[in-house]
């Protein structure tokens, strides 16, 4: 297992940018693929960008959100542009063991979570 811890989230106007941060500990993290999803209340859980080898985004996010991974410093990172209120929810990273690796959008195929941080874009 890796352990992932979340930041960086808040509250943002409409239209402005926020960097979520995503540090693991524990396991070789360069042998992971790291994920975000969100949920906004009364809602299942959304797949937003994943990293491993190349990078994934949800049709929602393209153009706006970038992921990058830094794995000496064992962090992934969430830059959200142009941000809009639809994009309010709570934001998870999650890790997958490359060898697991399959459904990027599935949160099934990921095995640990961090505990979210809360983002919210007013209008």
């Known amino acids: 297992q890796v352990q992932l811890v979340e930041s960086g989230g808040g509250l943002v106007q409409a239209g402005g940018s926020l960097r979520l941060s995503c540090a693991a500990s524990?396991?070789?993290?360069?042998?992971?693929?790291v994920g975000w999803f969100r949920q906004a209340p009364g809602k299942e859980r959304e797949f937003v960008a994943v990293?491993?080898?190349?990078?994934y985004y949800a049709d929602s996010v393209k153009g706006r959100f970038t992921i990058s991974r830094d794995n000496a410093k064992k962090t992934v990172y969430l830059q959200m542009n142009s941000l809009k209120s639809e994009d309010t929810a709570v934001y998870y990273c999650?890790?997958?063991?490359?060898?697991?690796?399959?459904?990027?959008?599935?949160?099934?195929?990921?095995?640990?979570w961090g505990q979210g941080t809360q983002v919210t874009v007013s209008s």
């Open positions: 990293i491993a080898w190349n990078t």
């Open positions: 999650a890790a997958s063991p490359l060898s697991y690796y399959t459904d990027y959008n599935n949160p099934r195929t990921y095995d640990s």
């Open positions: 524990g396991r070789p993290f360069s042998s992971y693929a």
